[in-house]
C-alpha cells in the first residue's frame, strides 16, 4: 500500500527522502519535547547525560572516528572532515534506548525511551576542496524518574481518610546545539575546519506530589530549571597518510578542539504546570564549560578493513558558575548544579572499532558483501560524581550495519548499543542499559554541473 | 524503483517506531539517595494541617424577614414568627421575642351572599399553618392580633423594622389562643373588627388593589407565651365566613418578623454564641504574612497548629475547607425541661469580604462561578448544605481556590483576597436543599447555636481551615 501509493502520487525518491528529511528537521524540536533521552539518575547532576553524537559510523565504532575520513558521512565532532565533501548530504538519526537502575539493595528500575539522536546537513562549496556543514542535536539530557508511593490523613466533611500519594522525581530537557562550519581540504594530506556552536536549551527537574485515587486533591508540581544559552567554536585538522605500513594503506589522525562555552541565563522555582505555572523566583548568572579536546588515528590497511581509536578529554573541574550555590528559602531554585561544581570531575573518553565491507569497493559484488560491518566499545570516566568522591565509569559495547541502497551516496544504518555505568556502592546504582538506533544518510549530488567525460 | 521504495517504507516506519516511544517507565525509587545528603530527591510529603483563624470575634448582621409573595425573588416556605423564648442556652436564660407582621391580598371577586352580606352575618378569622416551634410545646399561646395604622413596606424588611399599628384595641377576640404544637391554628376576630372594616373587606374593584391600599394588614404578637411560632407566609390567610357555610379568603401577600433580644447573656465558657433572629454572627480572620519558615510545618509538634502566615511562602495547597462546628451535644446539655423545643438550624451562611483594593479580584473571577457576590465588597460562599446543623462547611471546592489565589497573591507580594469570613445562621427549609440554596438568606429564626472556640474533649473544635499542603 505504501509501495503503491508513493508510485501514484510521490515525487521522484531523492526528493522524496529529502521531503522527509526535512519533515524529521522541522520537527525536531516537538519531537525532543515529547521524548526523554537517556534516562538514569546520573542525568540529574551537571548538564545531564552528554550526548556526542558525530554519526552514525562513528556511534557504530564506540562513539569516536575523529580521524574517519568517509565519502558516505561528515562526522560532526571534527569539522576538519567536512572539506572532502561530493555530495549534499542530509542524515537524520532516532533512537530507543532502555535503562535498568539497580542499587545494592538489588532493587531495579527501568525507563525506556525514544528520541531524535542527530540532524546534520552538508554540502560542498567546492568539490572535495571546501565544504560546508550544519547540524542540530542534543547537547545534554537530563532524563530521570523516581516514584515514592505513601498515604496520609486527609479529613474530608468532618471524616478522616487515608489518601494514597505518588511522589514523582523527574528530570527532563537539555542544552541542544547547533552548529555551524566549514572544513578545507589545504592539500592531499592536511585539511582544516572550524565550527562555531549555539548552546541553548532548559534543563528543569521536577517533584509532583500525585494523589492518584482521587480527584478530590490537586497535584502539587514544583520545578526547578535553568535556561542557558551561549556560543563556542570548535577547530578541527585532520592528516591524511597513504602507504605508512604496506603498499596501499592509509593512515589517518584527526584532532579537534572545541573552546569553553560562555553560557548565560537563568535559573527559576515554579509551582504548577502549563498555563497555570507560577514563577517563584528567577536569578540570572552564568556558565563556562570546559574545553573538550578530541584525538582519533583511523587505520585501513585495505580497502575493506577499517580500524579507529580515539581519545577525548575535558576537564570539568574548570567548569564555573555565577549562580548562589545554596537555596535560602522555600521559593529559591535548587542549587546548580545539584550538588555543587565537587559532583563534577574531569571527563576522559576512550574508544575503539573496526569496520569491514567484504566487497571493498567492488560494486558488483553481492549486496551483503557491500554491507559495512562494525563493531566498537568505548571506557568513559563519567563527568558526574554525585557523592564528589566516586569517579564513575561507563563501559559499552557498540555495533551495526549500514546498508547500502541504489542511490550511491545513500546508506541506511543501523546501530546497537549495550552496557553499564556506575556502580552499587553506598547510595550509587548501576545503570545497564541497550539501545538501538536507525539512521538515515542520504547523499545525491546538488548544486553541481555534471561533466561530460 | 519497486525495491527502493520498499526499502524507505520500512526504514521510515522503524524510525517511527524508535521515535515513538516515549517514555515507558517501570518507575521505582532506585537512585532517590544519590548525591549529597543536602541535595538529595526528597520533600513533597503532604500533611493536613488545621489552621485556626487568627481573630475570632462576634458580628451582627441583622437578617432579613420580610417577603412578599409577589415580589422576586420567590421565597418558599417563608415565615413569620410570634410570641416569646426563654432559651436556657445561656445563663441567664436568652430571652426573645417576635412579633408578626401579615398583610393580604384583595379579591377580585367575592360570593354574591358575602359581597352584600350586612356584618352581622359575617365572622373573621386568620388561619395560620404552624411550619416552627422554639420553645415550650405544652403551654397554650395567648396571642393578640391589632390593625396596622398605615400600609408597610414588609418587602426586604429586616429583623429590626416595626411598623406601627393601633394598638388600643386588638382586632382578636379577647380568648384568642393557640397551640402551638397544632399544624393549622386559628385566631377569631372580634365582630365589631367585621363590621368597622365591612366595606373595606367587600371591595372587589381594580382586581382587589383597593382593598390592598385600603387594608395595611395585622400586627399579632404573643408577650406573655413562652414559645416563639412560626407561621406559613405563604399559607396563612383571613378567612370570612358566611352563615358558617360560606367562605372567602384572603391569602396572605406579605408578612414581616420584628425581633426583639432582651437580654445580652454571656455565652457558655468555651463557647461562642451565635443567634438566628438577632442576627448576631461569627467573625473569622486569618492573617498572611511574609514569615519564611519552612520547619515551621515540617517541624510543628502534633497539635502545635501552625499560623497561617508562615503557609504561603513554604507549602502550597492541595485541599482546603473551612469548618465552623457546632456543639450540639452542649445545646442538649443546657435544655433541661423536656417539652422545651429548640430546633436546630437546618443551614449557615458565610460572608466573605473583598480585600478593598482595586486589583482584588471579584468573585465570579475567584471562583469561577457567577451569582456569588452578594454586595460590592461581599462574596456568598457555597457551603456543603449536609453539613449542617453539625457545622457551616466551606468545601474543597470553593476554600481551595480561596487560599490558594491568596498563597499566589501574598507570594507576589500582593494581599490576600479576602479579610474577614463572616458566619451566620441561616435556617432553611430542609437540610440538604443543595449548596446553591446556601447563598440565599435564611428563614426567619429564633433559635441560638454554641460554636466551640478552644479544643476541649468531645467537642468538635473551634472553627477552623483545615489545609492539605506540601511544602514547597
Redesign the interface.
Request: some cysteine; hydrophobic content about 35%; glycine content about 10%.
Given at each position: 500500500m505504501?509501495?503503491g501509493a508513493?508510485?501514484v502520487s510521490l515525487p521522484p525518491?531523492p526528493v522524496?527522502?529529502l521531503l522527509?528529511a526535512v519533515a524529521l528537521l522541522a520537527a525536531a524540536p516537538t519531537?525532543h519535547g515529547?521524548?526523554?533521552g537517556e534516562?538514569t539518575?546520573?542525568s540529574?547532576?551537571g548538564l545531564g547525560s552528554l550526548s556526542g553524537f558525530s554519526s552514525s559510523q562513528s556511534q557504530a565504532l564506540g562513539g569516536g572516528a575523529y580521524g574517519l575520513r568517509s565519502l558516505n558521512y561528515n562526522p560532526d565532532a571534527n569539522p576538519a572532515l567536512w572539506s572532502d565533501q561530493v555530495f549534499t548530504r542530509l542524515s537524520?538519526s532516532?533512537?530507543?534506548r532502555a535503562v535498568r537502575?539497580?542499587?545494592n539493595r538489588g532493587?531495579?528500575?527501568?525507563?525506556?525511551?525514544?528520541?531524535?539522536q542527530a540532524l546534520q546537513f552538508n554540502f560542498p562549496l567546492n568539490e572535495r576542496t571546501l565544504g560546508l556543514g550544519l547540524s542540530f542535536q542534543p547537547y545534554s539530557r537530563s532524563?530521570?524518574?523516581?516514584?515514592?508511593t505513601?498515604s496520609?490523613?486527609?479529613?474530608?466533611?468532618?471524616q478522616v481518610g487515608q489518601a494514597r500519594?505518588e511522589?514523582?522525581?523527574s528530570g527532563s530537557g537539555g542544552l541542544q546545539r547547533l552548529r555551524g562550519g566549514l572544513g578545507y581540504r589545504v592539500n592531499d594530506r592536511l585539511r582544516i575546519g572550524a565550527s562555531a556552536d549555539l548552546l541553548f536549551g532548559v534543563i528543569e527537574s521536577r517533584?509532583?506530589?500525585e494523589?492518584p485515587n482521587t480527584q478530590?486533591?490537586?497535584?502539587?508540581v514544583?520545578s526547578d530549571g535553568v535556561q542557558l544559552s551561549g556560543l563556542t567554536g570548535t577547530v578541527g585538522a585532520h592528516l591524511a597518510l597513504a602507504d605508512v605500513l604496506s603498499a596501499d594503506d592509509a593512515l589517518s589522525l584527526g584532532a579537534s578542539v572545541t573552546m569553553p562555552a560562555f553560557l548565560s541565563g537563568e535559573r527559576y522555582?515554579t509551582?504548577d504546570e502549563d498555563l497555570a505555572r507560577?514563577t517563584?523566583s528567577v536569578q540570572r548568572g552564568d556558565v563556562t564549560l570546559p574545553w573538550t579536546a578530541r584525538l582519533g588515528a583511523a587505520y585501513q590497511p585495505n580497502e575493506r578493513w577499517t580500524f579507529v581509536m580515539d581519545g577525548l578529554f575535558e576537564p570539568w573541574s574548570t567548569f564555573s558558575t555565577s549562580f548562589s550555590s545554596e537555596g535560602s528559602?522555600?521559593?529559591t531554585p535548587?542549587?546548580f548544579p545539584?550538588?555543587?561544581t565537587s559532583?563534577l570531575a574531569d571527563r576522559w573518553r576512550l574508544s575503539g572499532g573496526a569496520e569491514v565491507v567484504p566487497a571493498g569497493t567492488d560494486n558488483l559484488a553481492g549486496y551483503f558483501a557491500q554491507v559495512a560491518y562494525r563493531l566498537g566499545a568505548y571506557a568513559e570516566r563519567m563527568y558526574v560524581r554525585?557523592?564528589?568522591e566516586t569517579s564513575l565509569y561507563e563501559f559499552a559495547a557498540t555495533g551495526g550495519v549500514s546498508l547500502p541502497?541504489?542511490?550511491s551516496g545513500t546508506r541506511?544504518d543501523f546501530n546497537l548499543t549495550a552496557g553499564t555505568r556506575g556502580q552499587t556502592s553506598d547510595?550509587?546504582?548501576r545503570d545497564t542499559f541497550y539501545g538501538?538506533?536507525?539512521h538515515?544518510n542520504f547523499g545525491e549530488r546538488w548544486f553541481q554541473r555534471r561533466k561530460l567525460r | 524503483?519497486?525495491?527502493?521504495?520498499?526499502?524507505?517504507?520500512a526504514?521510515?516506519?522503524?524510525?517511527a517506531a524508535?521515535?515513538?516511544?516515549?517514555?515507558?517507565?517501570?518507575?521505582?525509587?532506585?537512585?532517590?539517595?544519590?548525591?549529597?545528603e543536602?541535595?538529595s530527591?526528597g520533600?513533597?510529603?503532604?500533611?493536613?494541617v488545621d489552621v485556626p483563624p487568627a481573630h475570632l470575634d462576634t458580628t451582627r448582621e441583622v437578617p432579613l424577614t420580610g417577603d412578599n409573595n409577589r415580589e422576586s425573588p420567590a421565597r418558599s416556605n417563608w415565615r413569620f414568627l410570634v410570641g416569646a423564648v426563654e432559651d436556657p442556652i445561656t445563663t441567664p436564660a436568652l430571652h426573645v421575642e417576635a412579633h408578626g407582621y401579615l398583610d393580604v391580598a384583595g379579591r377580585s371577586s367575592l360570593p354574591d351572599e358575602i359581597a352584600t352580606a350586612v356584618a352581622d352575618s359575617l365572622t373573621a378569622e386568620l388561619r395560620l399553618p404552624v411550619t416552627y416551634l422554639h420553645g415550650v410545646s405544652d403551654a397554650p399561646i395567648a396571642v393578640e392580633v391589632y390593625d396596622l395604622s398605615e400600609e408597610a413596606v414588609m418587602d426586604s424588611a429586616r429583623a429590626d423594622a416595626s411598623f406601627p399599628a393601633d394598638m388600643g384595641m386588638p382586632a382578636s377576640v379577647d380568648t384568642a389562643q393557640i397551640s402551638p404544637t397544632d399544624s393549622l391554628v386559628t385566631i377569631q376576630l372580634r365582630p365589631d373588627w367585621v363590621a368597622d372594616n365591612l366595606s373595606v373587606l367587600q371591595n372587589t374593584s381594580n382586581n382587589g388593589e383597593s382593598f390592598e391600599e385600603n387594608f395595611p394588614g395585622f400586627k399579632i404578637v404573643a408577650p406573655n407565651s413562652e414559645a416563639v411560632v412560626g407561621f406559613s407566609s405563604l399559607n396563612s390567610a383571613l378567612r370570612l365566613t358566611y352563615a358558617d357555610t360560606l367562605t372567602a379568603d384572603y391569602a396572605a401577600l406579605k408578612s414581616a418578623t420584628h425581633i426583639e433580644q432582651h437580654t445580652a447573656a454571656p455565652a457558655p465558657d468555651g463557647h461562642t454564641l451565635l443567634q438566628g433572629g438577632a442576627g448576631v454572627g461569627l467573625a473569622l480572620e486569618w492573617v498572611y504574612g511574609s514569615a519564611?519558615i519552612?520547619s515551621k510545618i515540617t517541624d510543628t509538634p502534633a497539635g502545635q497548629r501552625p499560623r497561617l502566615d508562615s503557609l504561603p511562602?513554604?507549602?502550597?495547597?492541595?485541599?482546603a475547607?473551612i469548618?465552623v462546628p457546632v456543639d450540639t451535644v452542649a445545646m442538649n446539655d443546657r435544655t433541661t425541661n423536656p417539652d422545651f423545643s429548640r430546633p436546630l438550624p437546618n443551614g449557615y451562611r458565610v460572608l466573605a469580604t473583598r480585600r478593598p483594593d482595586a486589583n482584588t479580584p471579584t468573585c465570579s473571577s475567584i471562583f469561577g462561578v457567577l451569582g456569588l457576590a452578594s454586595d460590592d465588597e461581599t462574596c456568598a460562599l457555597p457551603l456543603?448544605s449536609?453539613?449542617a446543623p453539625?457545622?457551616a462547611?466551606v468545601?474543597?471546592e470553593y476554600a481551595?481556590s480561596l487560599f490558594?489565589r491568596s498563597f499566589?497573591r501574598i507570594?507576589a507580594g500582593d494581599s490576600s483576597l479576602f479579610t474577614t469570613f463572616r458566619v451566620f445562621i441561616a435556617d432553611r427549609s430542609s437540610p440538604d436543599a443543595g449548596s446553591g440554596t446556601t447563598l440565599q438568606p435564611g428563614l426567619p429564626t429564633t433559635v441560638p447555636v454554641l460554636v466551640p472556640d478552644r479544643t476541649a474533649d468531645g467537642a468538635?473544635g473551634p472553627p477552623r481551615a483545615?489545609l492539605?499542603v506540601?511544602?514547597?
Open positions: 505504501c509501495d508513493m508510485r525518491l522524496r527522502v522527509v519531537a515529547q521524548s526523554n534516562g539518575i546520573y540529574r547532576f537524520g532516532v533512537g530507543m537502575a539497580e542499587d532493587n531495579s528500575g527501568r525507563l525506556t525511551s525514544g528520541t531524535v532524563n530521570y524518574k523516581l516514584t515514592t505513601d496520609t490523613d486527609v479529613p474530608a466533611s468532618g500519594y511522589r514523582i522525581f517533584r509532583r506530589t494523589w478530590a486533591l490537586r497535584d502539587v514544583v522555582r509551582l507560577d517563584l528559602s522555600p521559593t535548587a542549587r545539584v550538588g555543587g559532583t554525585p557523592d564528589s541502497t541504489s542511490l541506511i547510595t550509587l546504582v538501538v538506533s536507525l538515515i | 524503483m519497486s525495491m527502493r521504495l520498499s526499502w524507505l517504507c526504514v521510515l516506519v522503524g524510525g524508535l521515535f515513538s516511544l516515549s517514555a515507558c517507565s517501570d518507575s521505582s525509587d532506585v537512585g532517590l539517595g544519590v548525591g549529597p543536602a541535595d530527591l520533600g513533597g510529603e503532604p500533611q493536613t519564611d519552612r511562602t513554604t507549602a502550597t495547597t492541595s485541599r475547607e469548618q456543603v449536609t453539613a453539625g457545622a462547611l468545601g474543597n481551595l490558594e499566589q507570594r468538635p483545615t492539605t506540601t511544602p514547597l
